[in-house]
């Protein structure tokens, strides 16, 4: 039964859209028969009879659905019916929190969850403390939206000291997103859950901590890189090695020695940050003799950025071998060169033809040198699908203007709209307004919605005047909102900053992101007291971005010298106080680099 209410459910979420017009108010004998019809045995005429009343809306329903909440196989979409019908619903359901039914009072604070009530959020608050530890987990899950606060945050913090292991992963997962350093005990009891999924999460957002300056948080890793488990100590060795610790080359020597293959190739890969350590250097070139050829495929690609004659050499060597994978690893270990005898190499073994020409041209896109356009040109009229996508991309890459003719005869003339996406964001990095007519006429045409959207994207960043009225259409249709606002961003100007602004008072917390997102590269001015006024976002990497948008305004940014300062005072990372440190010397020509206290003396004054 549980099943057949939760498409009830779903059913009456979807019908309570922000756009649903208020229906015309039933009579009594209507809301009556409704009510009653949900206990019929028609599914169907039980999901109308949800679904209907869900729209209602209507006080007059809460005495006739209160009675069905008690009733197991009712109480689910009867409870989140009333928790629409507003106060008087939500007053209805707060007198069941009381119930000595365990099973009533989970579906009761489930739904309450959904309220902005005051009172309900109280209840819920109240429910974490239940004796019921099922109780207190659906409490967490539905305070988890509301983690921003931060009364309820720490009232979530306090759950992750909870008996029960199900209330503490529930916490946990609500709270994750938070650079907040208590997070680092319960991440490191994920790291040993034996749930791939949780240790994953667990490196991710360990991960992160570490990056924002909270150093405790590498412990639990460098912990994992030594668990007896295979996968746990490559995936702590991929995580650990993009920390620039001083530990790490020791970590990789180690590693490149172990007995399980999985982690030899992981600490090839990782040494690709410490290329420049000699001693990696060498046990890299003794791995391309390794007995697994993922080994010597990530040997090979990570000796690419050691800046080594002999490193150099032996994958000009590799590139003509039989083996196979340290062939591979050699054609993207010369792209990371950019050495002209590697850039020669690659388009030698491109003439030669074969299956590897869609590996190569990933690698020469990496690369900078005029032959490689030109080749790529020649090659194009007979490439398949895969490797056209790849030079597609590899356009995009290369920003050369000698390939907008292949590039709009692909966005007119492919079938696939894979290959479509691809020629639209190489004319996207392009920018030659040139492109605006094919691109235009493949938005009136297309019955595709993301080659609509992505084409409004493309036509929004050449600039063409004709998109902005298309743009704003756009912007009411939830299809291609996400690209309107990209190709606002792009277009620019007082027009686009008009149409914006006022969306970051969106409802859709999306949207929101989105336009905040847009505001750090839209080049006007009238964003810069907006960006300072979002700098008190709780997103560490969300207020660095903002830092980065306001550093393209230079002295016209003046205002947020004081708010950037109270920034860097919060945020211990190095990384994120050196671009905080750039963004200020862009607007106030002062050079104190990334110490706030200097910062904040000079700002204040003799």
Known sequence: MRGMTVTLVLLLIVSLGPGMAAPTAPSLQELTQLVNQLRAQDAALRTQAAIRLGQLRDPRAVSLLAPLCKLPQYSEAACDILVRTGRDGVTALLKLTGSKEHWLRRQVISALGASNDPRAVTAVRAALKDADAGLRTIAVQALAPRADDRAIAEALFARLQDAAPAVRDAALTALQERPDPRLIAPLAGWLQSGNRGRMDTAIDKLQTLVRLGHTRALEPLLALAHDARPGARSSAIRAIATLADPRVSALCLTALRDPEAMVRQAAASAASFLADDPRLVEALLAALGDTDGGVRQAAAESLGLAKSDRALAALLQHLGGADAAARAGAIAGLGRTNHP????????????????????????????????????????????DNLRADLYGAFARLRDPRALEPLLAAVTGEQNR?????????????????????????????????????????????????????????????????????????????????????????????VRAQVLEAMTTIDDPRAVPLLIAALGQPNPWVRLAIAQGLKKFGPQAHNAVGPLITVMEADPAVASRQRLAETLFAITGQAFGQDPAAWRAWLQGP
Request: proline share 6%; hydrophobic share 50%; glycine share 10%.
């Open 418 to 510: 894979h290959l479509i996406m691809g020629a639209l964001g190489a004319l996207q990095a392009l920018g030659d307004p040139r492109a605006a007519d094919g691109v235009m006429t493949l938005y009136r045409t297309t019955q595709d919605g993301n080659l609509r959207g992505m084409a409004l994207a493309t036509l929004g960043a050449l600039k063409d005047p004709r998109v902005f009225p298309l743009l704003l259409a756009a912007l009411e249709m939830a299809h291609l909102r996400q690209y309107a606002i990209a190709g606002l961003a792009a277009y620019g100007g007082p027009q686009a900053f008009d149409t914006l602004a006022p969306m970051l008072n969106d409802r859709d917390q999306q």
């Open 341 to 384: 005898q590697a850039i020669t190499a690659l388009l030698g073994l491109l003439a030669a033809g074969g299956g590897e020409a869609p590996r190569v041209v990933r690698a020469l896109s990496l690369c900078t040198d005029p032959r490689i356009a030109e080749t790529f040109l020649t090659l194009l009229p007979q490439a398949d």
